[in-house]
């Protein structure tokens, strides 16, 4: 006995330094997506966004025995008229400093002044807007997901190196669309390629999927794509998933597609197993019985930021992890083949671009050749010196 | 009887042959095969089917036996470098990459990157003696040439975990840069070299007071630093000179491993993974994984002589001793 609580003694001495543990918890703050996809295979599952950020904590917190670190997760789930101040400002008092935020822009801006006021920091898996990382952009926010001119240039760089250099581009009537577009117009200015031809789906509405729809899209794509002047490639924009995976071996001439559907650029893919990701997706499937989609991935990424700063700065603190991971000693591994920093000036993820047909990774962007002088990371979007960027 | 008539002829062969040739196995990840190599004529031998997805492999002392991480058959397989052929498996954990043999050779440690553990198999028992569990998707397999300190690097927790052999218990867990894929001992035990492919270092550690004493970073010009991804490590035994796989910057470093100061780099093929000398430390080999090929380089002259077609994705490598 006597042994024995000497033992305890000296344990406990030598323990001090590690002997508390530090708890991060982080907010998971999450829109519903919509059920009305084109596929089946497309259906948000109950806990989309939430998963990866849940296998971070997992992966975190085994690293966090060693470290005596403990994460927790804290989900908020926004139905349709859920009062978004209200949730940012309960996951801030249930201790989240942390929120890993799937909102679209106009939220995520809101989210932000809130947790500007009470020292949180947001992570950006989902909104690709280029006006969060230019005007709008905001010191609170670190983006995980790339914007829409990092996904078209990612894209386009593949197209060019295949010589695929004149693009039929079919838009859709949303917002999103216009935005998207301009992205592609810009990557095709950028890189020299050609846009022969812009048409329009207009979206009327209704639902997305019925049990004869087959027979009609059959004859509806070669009508949208026909008497077309000389292209390459079919180049599909649509976020909001209207028509795009209509076109693929519809169309009027027997063209590949590519954008938002058939070749598409994404920052992470249920079929990318290369640079060890199968042990990734292994763990994603094992825990969660489905696949792991770009959200899944974005929340694990910004959950594996988070706890790589932690790990490094030894804090749980928003201000020293964000002093880090803007800093130039930080990088992050996201089995992409390459190291991932952060740009200085908007805040933005440095990644590369998946090029999948949601078989199989095709590419990956840059490519051979896109040069820059400091990352060919920077070849993909807005570079530093076009920024309009004044972060505050 | 039987062993002394075994020494008597492995002497017979020895002094029969006039240069060393040694065998070198490489391991084809995607080819499912090992090349062998005559280091004499510098030509492969014969290709030999194996499990699939063969990365990391070690040889045991006198070279009859080597060991085979095949990591999508779950297993470690047993080649017998005689018969050549595989003659047995021994139960890893899921997944096996990288494995390293204790110095009297009878057990294996190895890494199973599915499960978080570094398991221990017992060779002539063929069976598992002991798992450590360690941090996420360990890699690189280490042991201090006293047999003492074994050491795994995790991937994902981005550490060195220091395992004292005896109690099996982690003793130190040293963080380094991203991704830890390799480590390896100074001949002499005094260092521990750790390369982080991600983070593009090595990290040099001091296996007595269990800290990092130095970081070796590299600069090739003309090449962005996203592409230089530190891999395999190999120092010379002298403790002089150290070698360093950049993965697809395509280049070997040489480093003064006393000063720690780069002197050199050279080119060879894509995706260079690990390194082994021949036993007279006259060649390093290199695993080039996506140029299919193996790089000669003459450890003296610094500069590389040959490459040699081997199989589809060549990773790991290893040189029979004589």
């Not at chain 1, 825990?287 to 899944?296: E, G, I, L, S, V």
């Not at chain 1, 201000?319 to 083949?337: M, N, R």
């Not at chain 1, 805040?347 to 990774?361: A, E, K, N, V």
């Not at chain 2, 050549?84 to 110095?103: A, F, M, N, V, Y």
Request: hydrophobic share 40%; charged share 25%; net charge negative.
């Amino acid at each position: 006995m006597k042994r024995l609580s000497a033992i305890l003694w000296l344990l406990l001495a030598a323990l001090p330094a590690y002997a508390q543990t530090l708890t991060i918890k982080v907010g998971v703050l999450r829109q519903t997506h919509i059920r009305e996809t084109l596929s089946i295979l497309d259906l948000p599952a109950i806990d989309d966004g939430l998963a990866g950020a849940l296998l971070g904590a997992i992966d975190n917190n085994t690293t966090g025995k060693f470290t005596q670190q403990n994460y927790e997760v804290i989900d908020s789930k926004l139905d349709q008229d859920a009062d978004l101040a209200k949730e940012t400002d309960a996951l801030i008092d249930k201790g989240a400093h942390f929120i890993i935020a799937d909102l679209p822009a106009q939220n995520l801006l809101d989210a932000s002044a809130i947790a500007k006021k009470r020292d949180a920091l947001l992570f950006n898996i989902s909104a690709p807007d280029v006006s969060l990382r230019e005007e709008d952009c905001r010191a609170n926010i670190i983006h995980v997901a790339p914007d829409r001119t990092m996904l078209a240039d990612g894209l386009a760089q593949y197209l060019i190196w295949k010589q695929w250099r004149r693009w039929l581009l079919i838009k859709g009537s949303h917002p999103e669309d216009d935005s998207l577009a301009q992205a592609y117009r810009r990557a095709a200015k950028k890189f020299g390629a050609k846009i022969v031809e812009e048409r329009l789906y207009e979206d009327t509405g209704g639902g997305r999927r019925s049990d004869s729809g087959s027979v009609q899209t059959q004859r509806q794509m070669p009508t949208l794509t026909q008497n077309a002047a000389g292209y390459d490639v079919l180049l599909a924009v649509d976020e909001n998933n209207v028509f795009a995976d209509y076109l693929p071996y519809r169309a009027w001439e027997p063209k590949l597609v590519v954008g938002s559907a058939g070749l598409y650029p994404t920052n992470w893919d249920a079929a990318h197993e290369q640079w060890g990701a199968h042990q990734l997706q292994n763990r994603f499937v094992a825990n969660y019985h489905r696949t792991m989609n770009a959200r899944d991935n974005a929340a694990w990424l910004s959950m594996r930021i988070i706890g790589e700063a932690a790990v490094r700065t030894q804090s749980n603190r928003p201000s020293d992890v964000l002093t880090y991971i803007v800093g130039k000693d930080f990088s992050i591994a996201a089995f992409k083949g390459v190291r991932l920093t952060i740009r200085s000036w908007n805040q933005q993820l440095r990644q590369p671009i998946l090029l999948s047909d949601g078989r199989m990774t095709i590419s990956v962007s840059p490519q051979e050749g896109f040069l820059h002088q400091t990352s060919e990371l920077d070849t993909l979007g807005y570079d530093q010196p076009e920024t309009k960027c004044r972060l505050k | 009887m039987n062993k002394l008539l075994l020494i008597l002829i492995f002497a017979a062969l020895t002094f029969a042959s006039p240069a060393a040739a040694y065998l070198a196995y490489v391991s084809n990840e995607k080819g499912n095969t090992i090349s062998i190599i005559d280091t004499d004529k510098l030509d492969v031998i014969s290709t030999v089917k194996v499990g699939r997805r063969p990365r990391g492999i070690e040889l045991n002392k006198d070279g009859s036996e080597l060991y085979i991480c095949a990591g999508d058959d779950d297993a470690i397989q047993v080649f017998d470098a005689k018969a050549q052929k595989i003659t047995g498996k021994l139960p890893s954990g899921p997944d096996p990459e990288l494995l390293t043999l204790s110095p009297d050779g009878d057990i294996i440690y190895v890494s199973n990157e599915n499960d978080n553990l570094v398991t221990l198999i017992d060779i002539k028992r063929k069976d598992q003696i002991g798992d450590i569990p360690v941090g996420v998707e360990p890699e690189g397999m280490a042991i201090s040439p006293d047999g003492k300190l074994l050491v795994n690097t995790s991937e994902t927790t981005n550490m060195a975990h220091l395992i004292d052999t005896k109690t099996k218990t982690i003793i130190a867990n040293i963080l380094v840069d991203n991704r830890p894929r390799f480590a390896t001992f100074k001949p002499d035990g005094s260092e521990l070299w750790v390369s982080s492919e991600v983070g593009g270092t090595i990290s040099v550690i001091d296996p007595e007071k269990k800290i990092i004493k130095q970081k070796i970073s590299f600069d090739v010009p003309g090449m962005s630093k996203e592409a230089i991804q530190p891999i395999g490590v190999s120092i010379t035994r002298d403790g002089s000179r150290a070698f360093v796989a950049l993965g697809p910057a395509n280049r070997v470093a040489v480093i003064n491993a006393q000063t720690k100061e780069v002197e050199k780099y050279l080119l060879v093929g894509q995706r260079v993974w690990h390194l082994a000398f021949t036993p007279d430390e006259k060649y390093l080999l290199t695993a080039n994984g996506v140029s299919n090929d193996v790089s000669i380089i003459d450890v003296a002259n610094l500069k590389v002589v040959k490459s040699i077609p081997v199989g589809a994705f060549p990773w790991g490598v290893v040189v029979a001793p004589q």
